[in-house]
C-alpha cells in the first residue's frame, strides 16, 4: 500500500510538471525550495523566536578505545549529542515549514522522474542502510 502513494504521488509530480522539465530547471528549483526550508527555519528562530539554537561544541568523548566504543549504547550517544534547538516550534511556523519541506519534496520527486528513479526504493534503500548500520557507522 505504501509503495502504492509513493507512486501515485511521483506520477502526479510527474505529470504537474510543466514548466520546470528541463533537468537544469529542476537542480535549480531544489537549490531554491531547499534555502526557502532554511529560511522558514531561520525566520522561526529570528522571526517569530517559538524555537532558539544554542550551539556548542558536541561532547563526543573520542578517547575512548575501541573496546569502550563498541560498548557503547545508543543510549549513550543520545545523552552525549545534542539538537541545538531550544524550544517548541508553534503551530504557524510549523505549518510554513512543512510546506517548504513538501516544496522541496515536489522537485526532489521531479528530479527522480527526469532520472527514471523510483522515490519509494531510494526510501527503502535508505532505510536499509540505516538500520543495517548501527549509529556508530554514521558517526
Do not use: P, W
Amino acid at each position: 500500500m505504501k509503495d502504492l502513494i509513493f507512486d501515485e504521488y511521483q506520477n502526479s509530480v510527474d505529470s504537474c510538471l510543466l514548466r520546470h522539465k528541463s533537468i537544469l530547471d529542476i537542480l535549480s528549483k531544489i537549490q531554491e525550495s531547499q534555502s526557502r526550508v532554511n529560511r522558514s527555519v531561520v525566520k522561526a528562530v529570528t522571526g517569530c523566536g517559538c524555537i532558539k539554537i544554542k550551539a556548542e561544541k558536541q561532547n563526543i568523548n573520542y578517547s575512548l578505545s575501541n573496546e569502550e566504543l563498541d560498548k557503547l549504547t545508543l543510549d549513550d550517544l543520545d545523552v552525549q549529542l545534542s539538537s541545538h534547538l531550544e524550544g517548541c516550534i508553534c503551530e504557524n511556523c510549523r505549518k510554513v515549514i512543512e510546506t517548504e519541506i513538501g516544496n522541496h519534496l515536489f522537485y526532489i520527486t521531479s528530479l527522480c522522474n527526469s532520472l527514471d528513479l523510483n522515490l519509494y526504493d531510494i526510501l527503502l534503500t535508505e532505510y536499509k542502510n540505516i538500520t543495517t548500520f548501527d549509529k556508530l557507522h554514521l558517526l
